[in-house]
């Protein structure tokens, strides 16, 4: 009979305790956590997210990767800020500071220090006369992938998130684009404008 009592009893005790019920103390949590959430920007920097055959999927394994680690941010006090930068201009990519295209910035740090690049069919036809334009691979594991493998991005993601105290850099804007680039952007076919 004394258990019986002592579970009613502990049962009871959340609601009880301090005045206050559970739903109460949730409400407060939350919004201390609104409060104090620090930020993530995940930057993805490309020159096409329509055409590039490297550029649109690792723009969509990120957006999957931040999907899947939106519940652990949150539980950590963390905004995940994504935005995708499509430069249009040499001036554009020196002003983001581009390097390859393309590029992932986690409060400023490219996730692939070094960059490695391959031959990009689909860039090039989006120049005059095919030029030959190189697009980033990612190297990952021992293996080569031509958009950022899902499993990089998670690892990569996660540990921002567990060192969200590094400070967060800036990239300096560019005075000269990398080769690869600016014929890129020398070479790229003009669009037309409906307007």
Not at 20 to 36: G, H, L, N, P, W
Not at 159 to 186: C, H, K, S, W
Request: aromatic fraction near 4%; charged fraction near 25%; include cysteine.
């Amino acid at each position: 009979m004394q258990n019986k009592t002592d579970a009613e009893f502990f049962k009871l005790a959340p609601e009880v305790c301090c005045g206050s019920s559970t739903a109460d103390a949730s409400e407060v949590e939350t919004r201390e956590a609104q409060i104090t959430k620090k930020v993530l920007n995940i930057d993805l920097i490309v020159i096409d997210l329509s055409t590039c055959k490297r550029c649109v999927p690792t723009g969509n394994q990120l957006n999957h990767a931040i999907k899947l680690l939106g519940p652990v941010a949150d539980v950590l006090g963390i905004e995940l800020k994504h935005q995708e930068i499509v430069v249009q201009t040499p001036q554009e990519a020196k002003n983001h500071a581009l390097l390859s295209s393309p590029t992932i910035r986690i409060n400023g740090h490219d996730i692939a220090q070094d960059i490695r690049e391959s031959p990009c069919e689909s860039c090039g036809d989006l120049t005059n006369s095919n030029t030959m334009v190189d697009c980033r691979e990612w190297h990952y594991r021992d293996k080569v992938y031509f958009a950022a493998p899902l499993p990089l991005l998670v690892e990569a993601i996660m540990g921002a998130m567990l060192n969200i105290d590094a400070p967060l850099i800036v990239p300096a804007p560019i005075t000269e684009l990398p080769a690869n680039l600016q014929r890129y952007f020398d070479n790229k076919r003009q669009t037309e404008s409906c307007c």
